[in-house]
């Protein structure tokens, strides 16, 4: 096992060039996909190199309730500086649950707070999913749907008259047909899962960032499809990020309304041609070093926390008393 153990705490490094690759030249829908799966896998391989450590370094320490088999010098010989790297493991590993936990929690207060806001309003608008709220405050975001709504259905659309009355009526499509997107695509999974990869290892934190820019482009695409325009959905995002560019008043939960992402970069693209979203052959060298960064470090990082796995419960097994 020896220093391999502390891979997978750092080859989330490769996540900063990974997440810049993907983001600006692979189909955003892929890129989303990729870099949370990339992502969430890197975390969780992370995580457990931080309990083998624990395990170990905990094996040591005088007083432990571990069998006293654990700090056998096999044991010890396993893992270099495991007393050390035990202890710094514990207070590491508590930071990291505590942080995931933090999130999760903030994640459903905010989706009740944002159901109970609705209240029975929810669907009143022209469509089914769709609740326009008087609002002096020009909003828009996507409300996640869930088995405690009662409704069987992906979610709700909540925008502010103030914004339906910033935008025509064919801008108005494209936004609903954007925050539509948002909750077909489940894109609240995805950042979601970003995020928590984020607090388990702060090396990850450029493919949430990219992730958040990731999924507003999806989005953007799909409603460039739906209106059958992409400068309008360009046009749409400009105004709406520019009339939403201040302080929101009381009635806007942005627990939910994803980040708006660099709008001139969204603009821009949605003025360029439509994106391939094939993924094999790779349509440029940058495709296939994102994609060989992507699979080369998650599956060096998931090889090693496997074999440290492994060969720690033998060792372990070994030294435990019958």
Not at 18 to 34: D, G, N, V
Not at 291 to 303: E, K, P
Request: with cysteine.
């Amino acid at each position: 096992m020896g220093v391999f153990v502390y891979l997978p705490l750092v080859l989330p490094l490769t996540a900063l060039p990974m997440a810049r690759l993907a983001e600006q030249h692979l189909h955003p829908r892929s890129a989303t996909r990729l870099l949370a799966v990339t992502g969430s896998t890197l975390a969780l391989c992370s995580t457990l190199c931080l309990a083998l450590l624990m395990v170990v370094g905990t094996a040591q320490l005088p007083g432990n309730p571990l069998p006293d088999g654990w700090s056998d010098p096999e044991v010890r010989a396993a893992v270099p500086y495991e007393e050390k790297a035990g202890l710094i493991a514990i207070g590491v590993l508590g930071a990291v649950l505590a942080a995931c936990g933090s999130t999760l929690l903030r994640h459903t207060r905010a989706r009740i707070r944002a159901a109970h806001a609705l209240g029975p309003e929810a669907g009143n608008g022209a469509a089914g999913d769709l609740t326009v709220i008087p609002s002096p405050d020009p909003f828009a975001y996507a409300l996640p749907g869930g088995r405690g709504r009662g409704r069987g259905d992906v979610g709700q659309i909540v925008v502010s008259t103030a914004m339906m009355e910033c935008l025509d009526p064919r801008e108005r499509r494209a936004l609903v047909a954007h925050e539509r997107a948002h909750l077909t695509g489940r894109h609240h999974r995805y950042l979601l899962a970003t995020q928590l990869a984020a607090r388990a290892n702060p090396f990850l934190l450029p493919l949430r960032t990219a992730v958040a820019y990731s999924t507003e482009r999806w989005a953007d695409e799909e409603a460039a499809y739906t209106v059958g325009s992409r400068r309008t959905v360009a046009t749409a995002v400009g105004k709406a990020a520019l009339f939403a560019n201040r302080e929101p008043g009381p009635a806007v939960l942005p627990g939910f309304a994803a980040a708006a992402g660099p709008v001139p970069r969204r603009v821009a693209a949605l003025l360029d041609p439509e994106p391939s979203a094939g993924l094999w052959p790779p349509a440029s060298a940058h495709l296939a070093v994102a994609a060989a960064t992507a699979t080369v470090g998650t599956a060096a990082s998931a090889l090693s926390s496997l074999n440290a796995t492994v060969t720690l419960v033998g060792i372990l097994h070994a030294a435990t008393p019958l």
